[in-house]
């Protein structure tokens, strides 16, 4: 009896603490329930709530450069980010990117007017303040680079591909002649062979224009300079640089492989030579081989960062769009980090090398942009 009395007890107690287990792991389920109960109604609540559209500024300088990693798609809204997209509906009254009268996702615009560069003279910064403009619609990337040959980070090989690009019409036929569509791509001044501009001449509206941004050769040549060698570096690669290095070390470093004398283009690789992209009047006569004079405004960067207004509605006023309010330019965007100088010896023969194209280029545009100069 007292065995039996023992087993009970034994069997007793292992019913208890099985009866727990199963009790705590009733409590653990049901508070996981309860807790993906309620995740699921803050959920479906934050979905429907309306979204704040984000300031102009924000979608700028935040928005944009999500949308620029983009490429190669061939029904962009899909990937657009719905801020941006929810904020485009209400500035232009309809989803330039949605276009939802065919199959194919309806007719899209073409740019009515092309920044071709240079690169290094505030390209990235015009861009954005065009954005802006209450009568430009934004092209879906920055710098999609179709026409060049050797391309870019965005570069498009499929013309359909690029054409998705830009925005769709507006559905209303009385607002089509509201707004104008473009696009920037810094190497195109100086990158496009001239088969190439005829090409774009062919597929382009016959009233398109250009806009072209300038800087100092020199300044320009070891901005771009700096920008492949804080690229490189950041990989653990790259042409060096010192202060200290020889005058011939320097201006070799610069132009790399002199390549322009044996071409009547630069292209768009480092290959090419920094100081190549700033050869422009030879750019600009590949350009006047194709289209006239009056397609092209030329701007000075330094105009556009301390005179930011007026210079903008100067473009305005070659785009045939009414002037806007802008606050000056406080700081360029894409600006080189380092802190590098160049020599004044290297920076006098470059001085001496760029004063026949200078000169030249003066004559073309009908303006001494003063470059010349000590």
């Known amino acids: ?49 309306p979204i704040v559209p984000p300031s102009l500024e924000n979608l700028v300088l935040k928005e944009m450069p999500t949308v620029n990693t983009f ?14 997209s929810n904020y485009l509906s209400q500035k232009f009254n309809y989803d330039p990117f949605w276009c939802s009268n065919s199959t194919s996702n309806g007719p899209r615009m073409k740019p009515s007017f092309m920044v071709l560069g240079v ?52 559905p209303n036929e009385s607002d089509k002649s509201k707004f104008v569509t473009f696009e920037s791509t810094a190497f195109y001044f100086t990158g496009l062979k001239v088969q190439n501009i005829a090409r774009l001449k062919e597929w382009s509206p016959p009233t398109i224009k250009f806009v072209v941004l300038v800087r100092d050769p020199i300044d320009r040549a070891f ?45 768009v690789s480092l290959a090419a030579g ?52 802008y606050e000056t330019l406080t700081q360029v ?3 080189n980090p380092l802190p590098y100088e160049m020599h004044p010896l290297t920076k006098e023969f470059l001085r001496e090398f760029y004063k026949r194209h200078n000169t030249e280029f003066f004559k073309m545009i009908g303006k001494d942009l003063g470059w010349n100069e000590n």
Not at 38 to 47: G, R
Not at 71 to 84: F, G, T
Not at 143 to 162: A, V
Not at 298 to 311: A, C, G, P, Q
């Open 71 to 84: 490429v190669h798609v061939r029904n962009p809204h899909k990937d657009i980010p719905s801020k941006y």
């Open 333 to 335: 965007k894409n600006e």
């Open 1 to 49: 009896m007292h065995l039996n009395g023992i087993i009970v007890s034994y069997e007793m107690r292992r019913a208890t603490t099985r009866f727990k287990s199963k009790l705590k792991l009733t409590f653990c389920a049901c508070g996981l329930f309860v807790l993906l109960v309620l995740s699921h109604f803050i959920f479906s609540v934050s979905k429907d709530l």
């Open 119 to 170: 690169a290094k003279s505030a390209t990235t910064s015009l861009h954005n303040l065009l954005l802006k403009h209450p009568s430009i619609l934004p092209p879906l990337v920055k710098e999609p680079g179709y026409w060049l040959d050797g391309g870019g980070i965005f570069r498009y090989t499929d013309i359909g591909e690029y054409e998705y690009v830009f925005p769709c019409f507006p």
């Open 223 to 267: 901005s771009q300079f700096k920008m492949f060698l804080y690229n490189n570096m950041k990989n653990g690669n790259g042409p060096s640089w010192s202060e200290e290095m020889t005058v011939e070390s320097q201006v070799a470093s610069l132009f790399n492989v002199t390549v322009y004398n044996k071409v009547g283009f630069c292209g």
């Open 274 to 325: 920094e100081v190549c992209h700033s050869l422009y009047d030879v750019a600009y006569k590949n350009w006047l081989q194709v289209f006239t004079k009056e397609r092209f405004l030329f701007v000075h960067d330094r105009d556009l960062i301390k005179n930011t207004e007026s210079t903008l509605n100067n473009i305005f006023k070659f785009l045939s769009l009414p002037p806007q309010q």
